[in-house]
């Protein structure tokens, strides 16, 4: 029989429908799916080595001695404009806001082919540095009220370009599901004297049934009442609210997490499309006791339809225990 899990975090319930279930290898992506196997430059590819443009704003590089690794550069497209000043206008019911913020792409790689799953562990660590950089840089701006940071990687993930690239977006409003999270984690604060995040870390590591990775500074595992198979979240240790106050230490210990546990995904799912966003605290909250960040991995193995669009409320067809045990008993060689 089905049933039904509440996410303690974002108040979602969730279904599991049991009779619908797979079991967890039958997510991987078969051979009729994967894309084609890219090369190494593209002529045609704006963020190859050897194609930038020169009258292009770059915000951040980081180099060695073969020259840059990861570049940070204005959305050819953006959604938002750091040109401007934040105006809110209310007019009735209607109101609206001057479209003031940052959207920027983080070139990952100068290699047209590479992907975190595969990158040797300094590359990420690269990746992670020049997110840590450019964040607290503009969470300076006094018109900017939270930053996300996103990776999409795969055609049903969003991505539009081949090349490894994330985004970092920063919005004048704070999101309502950002506002929503962050509401409730006071509320259990108060009632109960802890960060509800905490509560849920120190849970799962007792029953271990869904740790999938743990490191001196981290834990990767599926929640309890995961909204989609294999959900995955990543969690400090160390109680700190913004992703801008991690320290060099925790920065090389997340970048082998995150490497990691995406090579789990990359070998026990055939290197499915997926999305990962880092959760971090409205820019003028540096540290509060009641919230948490952390990193979340969504991979795209299934897809929503008309009951989660009409409903709000989630069907996952994995059991979150057995997605953990799946990839925790995969082993994938780190450098």
């Known amino acids: 029989m089905s049933h039904l899990r509440q996410n303690v975090i974002t108040k979602d319930w969730v279904i599991f429908a049991t009779e619908r279930s797979k079991r967890p290898h039958e997510f991987a992506r078969s051979q009729d799916e994967l894309p084609p196997e890219l090369p190494i430059y593209r002529h045609s590819c704006p963020f190859c080595k050897g194609n930038e443009n020169p ?61 975190i799953a595969l990158m040797e562990t300094r590359d990420v660590v690269n990746i992670l540095k020049a997110y840590r950089q450019r964040y607290d840089v503009i969470r300076r701006d ?3 009220e939270s930053i996300i940071i996103f990776k999409n990687h795969g055609e049903s993930a969003g991505t539009s370009l081949e090349h490894p690239h994330s985004q970092i977006a920063a919005t004048p409003v704070v999101p309502s599901q950002i506002r929503c999270r962050m509401m409730e984690a006071a509320s259990y604060f108060d009632d109960m004297g802890e960060c509800l995040f905490c509560h849920t870390l120190r849970d799962e590591l007792q029953s271990q049934e869904r740790i999938v990775l743990e490191s001196a500074h ?20 160390r109680h700190t609210s913004s992703f801008g106050a991690i320290t060099d230490i925790e920065l090389e210990d997340l970048a082998y997490m995150l490497k990691t546990t995406l090579a789990k995904l990359f070998y026990g799912l055939n290197n499915p499309a997926y ?28 897809q929503v339809a008309g009951f989660e669009l009409g409903s709000g409320m989630y069907i996952n067809t994995a059991i979150p225990e057995d997605s953990a045990k799946f990839l925790r008993e995969i082993d994938v060689e780190t450098h």
Not at 218 to 236: D, E, T
């Open 142 to 144: 006094q018109r900017i």
């Open 55 to 115: 009258s292009e704003i770059e915000y951040l590089r980081i180099e060695n001695e073969h020259g840059w690794r990861v570049r940070i550069i204005p959305n050819k497209y953006p959604a938002l404009s750091p040109i401007g000043d934040r105006i809110r206008h209310n007019e009735g019911i209607h109101r609206s806001m001057t479209g003031v913020g940052y959207h920027e792409v983080l070139i990952e790689h100068p290699h047209h082919n590479a992907t």
């Open 218 to 237: 981290f834990v990767a595992f599926i929640p309890y009442a995961a909204l989609s198979p294999f959900h995955l979240w990543i969690f400090p240790r």
């Open 275 to 302: 999305n990962y966003i880092i959760r971090s605290s409205p820019t003028d909250d540096k540290q509060s006791d009641y919230f948490h960040w952390y990193l979340a991995i969504v991979p795209r193995v299934s």
